[in-house]
């Protein structure tokens, strides 16, 4: 993805833009230039691009103010380029919501591996984002990674006690009998005591109940188990 990643270059020093898509290009990234601004501010908006090379000083509109007004809208990585003494710039560029500077006159190799850092770092939290997670009041269980929190703290669970807590969690606030449960987390072909799942049951409460001090697992007399906010 990093390789074919378009980058957009706004520059209103000509030879510097080109030597900068050159470089890029020669990489493998694709990328555009725009020279003003204003028009890369709107531009910004109505295309995708996977990462900004912002300059500061520009005509009409200047990096700041386009950072600026980007992040309102969008969390696309911006790389300030900044003149050497633009210190105060710097600064200000990261509060704007900038995700890195460089200064001119800059490194290729150190602009290339901010550039990888910053699109790597944006593409992580976009697939954080999008991963699936059960929230029940202070747990979070996070079926992919095989993880649970309470109150930011991580459960040690086995492999069976997570089964159990994962379809408990997809099934929130549904009472799920006893044998539902043998069925799908021990399997049709379990032959055992059903009182197993109140023995997992009873693990499950003194891990996560009992030592967080609040109710998560619902008993349903003659039914079975249900998991509530
Ligand atoms: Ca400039």
């Known amino acids: 993805m990093a390789d074919s990643a378009k980058i957009f270059i706004v520059e209103d020093e000509r030879p510097i833009a080109r030597l900068l ?6 990489q493998g990234f694709k990328t555009a230039i725009e020279p003003n601004g204003r028009r890369a501010y709107e531009r910004i908006l109505q295309e995708k691009y996977d990462l900004i090379l912002l300059d500061v000083m520009l005509p009409e509109m200047d990096g700041m103010e386009i950072c600026r007004r980007v992040r309102e809208v969008s969390d696309v990585p911006i790389i300030m380029l900044t003149a050497r003494d633009e210190v105060i710039d710097k600064v200000e560029g990261l509060d704007l919501g900038a995700d890195d500077y460089v200064t001119k006159p800059y490194d290729m190799d150190e602009l290339l591996a901010r550039i990888r850092g910053a699109i790597r770092r944006h593409s992580e939290r976009v697939r954080a ?16 990674r095989y993880e649970v929190t309470v109150n930011g703290q991580q459960v040690e669970l086995t492999h069976k006690e997570y089964e159990l807590l994962k379809y408990l969690v997809e099934n929130k606030r549904t009472v799920l009998s006893r044998d539902q449960i043998l069925q799908t987390v021990w399997g049709y072909d379990y032959i055992g005591d059903t009182n197993v799942v109140d023995v ?22 003659g039914v079975g188990y249900a998991i509530r906010d």
């Open 129 to 144: 984002a999008e991963e699936t997670r059960y929230v029940v009041k202070n747990m979070i269980v996070y079926p992919e």
């Open 21 to 26: 898509q050159l470089t890029l290009e020669k």
């Open 200 to 221: 997992y049951i009873s693990y499950l409460r003194s891990k996560i109940d009992d030592k967080f001090g609040e109710k998560y697992i619902y008993t349903t007399r």
